[in-house]
């Protein structure tokens, strides 16, 4: 078999539109294979590093265990315990992990250690978050939109709270898909569009009373007040976010089907209400879910290319 180009996921935009409806679909397969106890072992013999700077659960497990049921392997790494902890330059680093495994996963601080990595990288590198993006997130969220409502083309996607990773990720998969995104964040925490890297800011609109941003969305969304890395600012953003918490009267406002999506792990009470993570309209748990099948065919297409 021919080996396939070095392609690599760093964010959303790394992907077009094209390519994405071929993941979409794949993932269905894949899904379908999972939940039918059908073996799926198109990646037998690869191995998969993945590196964490910074805490996981949801990313861990799901590519964990996503290598292993495609039929590889899985090396786990942290800072703590490799000699990235002890200084050693991030492109060294690439050069000797990507000569030894087939794929790499980087789950870090700033988008230019990520790109570092890859600029020298011999094998794929994936995205598992850094403080600008967090692509594999917007894929599960977007495959579960489509199992549970069909294109997403056309519709509004609300965003409520903090311009953190989730939300530039959300931007540049609303002009690849064609979709809007309204944007409600509190004073002194101002989207910066121009860390999104869109060619066109047309689908996006801002309003300064997160009500406003709700009404008539298809989609309501939020993350943590504050991402890892920002914890020395978590109390002054506890009282500048109040204000900012998705709750029923946000969710009357929109669309009657809307549906609610948070990428986890939550806190009841600051950026969502209970009634609403645990209501009828939440699909956050199938959100997670989806990490695992999505990036299931994310590695695939990434080491093999389109499949049948
Ligand atoms: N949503 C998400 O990436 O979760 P983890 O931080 O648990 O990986
Ligand atoms: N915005 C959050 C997402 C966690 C999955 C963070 O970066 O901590």
């Known amino acids: 078999q021919a080996p396939v ?11 077009s539109a094209e390519e994405l409806g071929y993941l979409f679909e794949r ?35 799901s590519f964990e265990a996503g290598m292993y049921q495609l039929g590889g392997s899985v090396i786990h790494l942290t800072t703590g ?31 230019t250690k990520i790109e570092r990595f890859a600029s020298v990288s011999r094998v794929p590198v994936i995205n598992g978050l850094t403080n600008e993006f967090h692509p594999c997130q917007i894929l599960a969220d977007i495959f579960t939109w489509i199992e549970h409502r069909g294109s997403i083309a056309g519709k509004t996607v609300a965003w409520v709270g903090d311009a953190n990773n989730m939300l530039y990720t959300w931007l540049q998969a609303g002009e690849l898909l064609g979709f809007k995104v ?6 002194g925490y101002a989207v910066d569009l121009a860390q999104a890297g869109l060619g066109d800011a047309s689908h996006v ?19 943590v007040w504050t991402s890892m890395g920002f914890e020395a600012e978590n109390d002054e953003r506890r009282e500048a976010f109040a204000d900012w918490c998705v709750d029923a009267d946000m969710m009357a406002v929109a669309a009657p089907d809307a ?11 600051e950026e969502v209400t209970a009634d609403v993570i645990d209501g009828p309209q939440s699909v956050v748990w199938d959100e997670a879910e989806n990490r695992l099948h999505v990036q299931k065919a994310l590695m695939e297409f990434l080491l093999l290319g389109k499949c049948d």
């Open 27 to 61: 993932t269905q397969v894949i899904k379908t294979h999972f939940k039918q106890y059908q073996p799926h072992q198109t990646l037998h013999d690869r191995t998969l590093a993945m590196v964490f700077e910074k805490a996981s659960t949801r990313t861990r497990v």
């Open 205 to 223: 609109a801002t309003f300064d009373d997160p009500i406003d941003a709700c009404r008539g969305a298809d989609l309501i969304t939020t993350d």
């Open 5 to 15: 180009p070095v392609r690599h996921f760093l964010q959303f935009k790394d992907l």
């Open 81 to 111: 315990d490799s000699q990235l902890g002890r200084s050693e330059p991030i492109e060294d680093t690439a050069r000797v992990i990507s000569r030894m495994v087939d794929i790499v996963m980087i789950r870090t601080y700033e988008q």
């Open 259 to 269: 549906l609610f999506m948070h990428c986890l792990p939550a806190h009841r009470g």
């Open 182 to 187: 309204n944007v409600s964040t509190p004073p």
